[in-house]
């Protein structure tokens, strides 16, 4: 698949989502992710587990529906 060719392309890791995305809780996730990488200097896996987790305490998102999706592949 397609995360498999970004992987053969030297791509270090690939975050992925396995169905399609809510828009808004993807900006919520996003916005989560770049964040905890940016101000906790978070790797990417630990910054999309506490965008998860976030989403899970949150009041909108906490349904898996919201958060499940993503998938984080990595050497």
Request: proline letters at 3%.
């Amino acid at each position: 698949g397609i995360a498999g060719s970004f992987m053969e392309a030297g791509a270090g890791s690939v975050l992925l989502s396995l169905w399609d995305l809510d828009s808004m809780s993807a900006k919520e996730f996003n916005e989560s992710l770049f964040t905890g990488m940016q101000n906790n200097n978070f790797e990417i896996r630990d910054a999309a587990q506490a965008s998860m987790i976030s989403m899970i305490n949150s009041e909108n998102y906490f349904h898996p529906h919201y958060w499940a999706p993503y998938v984080y592949l990595g050497r």
